[in-house]
């Protein structure tokens, strides 16, 4: 009836308003591509409204359908990157990764970075709340990018140890710019090659509390990102993986992740999946989840 188109009206609105922020840059197949995976997870997605466990639904209640707004986020959406976005110098970029999939040059404006690479605010808003809740001590980052992304991060948690690697330095170079604007001294960008600057990382923090993987979209080397940062994981981390669903090798990549035995809890959000290593879960737990606005009828009355 009425009320039934109404609702595939706003669901195929909010779902196209969620595929452009989250990959507005992707074009032609690959649009293609991630509209379809996008459609497959939407049928599996699960709302809030089923989680039994406590841990689970205080993750959906606290994380994923907050919508409470911060101080911060004015800050980072209406000026810095709105700042960004109006940034028309061109830098040249050094891509260690998996590159982009709208253009192959290596001189870039900062304008075009800001549009296509860094997170959109809802995926960043995310992150926010995500390290707020946890209030981790300790924070590595893979791809500073122009360091928008961190700030969402960095900014939940001005106590923490953050570290962020970047491969590129003209690219890190703005980022440390941003992080000197907002007085983010807590924030280190480390530049070169993962190779080299992963190990002092990781000899500098010792531990890991949150680790945030966005440097390489490639299935081999994320993979062995996360086994180096593995051994310095403990019951109480939270590894966060950006675009899972990004291509067939990020998703056998994340496949392989979660069958980890260290691997407890996994989430798959779709535009990001999130490991948690729970010792008390002696059973593993993988979720498909969705915020529940997207599936409004899922909602208990």
Same mark, same amino acid.
């Given at each position: ?89 061109? @830098? ?20 075009? @970075? ?129 675009? @899972?669903? !990004? ?6 990549? !994340? ?47």
């Amino acid at each position: 009836g009425a009320s039934t188109g109404a609702v595939v009206i706003l669901l195929n609105l909010r779902t196209l308003r969620f595929l452009q922020a989250a990959h507005e840059h992707l074009i032609g197949l690959e649009k293609l591509n991630i509209i379809g995976r996008y459609l497959r997870y939407f049928t599996k997605a699960k709302t809030r409204y089923v989680a039994h466990s406590p841990f689970l639904y205080d993750f959906c209640e606290n994380v994923l359908d907050d919508d409470r707004e911060y101080y911060y986020f004015d800050l980072l959406e209406k000026k810095l990157r709105k700042k960004l976005l109006k940034d028309k110098r061109v @830098i040249n970029v050094t891509d260690f990764g998996a590159g982009s999939h709208t253009t192959s040059s290596n001189k870039r404006s900062i304008s075009s @970075i800001a549009k296509s690479a860094v997170s959109p605010a809802s995926q960043g808003r995310m992150l926010f709340r995500m390290v707020h809740h946890y209030k981790p001590e300790t924070m590595l980052e893979f791809g500073t990018s122009l360091g928008l992304t961190s700030l969402y991060q960095g900014l939940a948690r001005p106590e923490a140890n953050f570290i962020t690697l970047e491969g590129c330095p003209n690219i890190s170079e703005v980022a440390r710019g941003l992080f000197h604007v907002v007085k983010a001294k807590h924030i280190s960008c480390l530049t070169g090659r993962f190779e080299t600057t992963l190990p002092k990382a990781l000899q500098t923090l010792e531990k890991l509390d949150y680790v945030f993987f966005d440097g390489n979209h490639k299935k081999e080397p994320t993979i062995d990102y996360f086994m180096q940062c593995l051994p310095y994981a403990h019951e109480h981390s939270v590894f966060v993986f950006d675009d @899972i669903h !990004w291509s067939k090798g990020m998703e056998e990549a !994340w496949n392989e992740i979660i069958k980890h035995p260290s691997v407890r809890v996994s989430l798959d959000l779709f535009f990001m999946g999130i490991v948690f290593f729970r010792k008390e879960n002696k059973e593993k737990e993988h979720h498909v989840l969705i915020p529940s606005k997207f599936k409004p009828w899922k909602k208990v009355l």
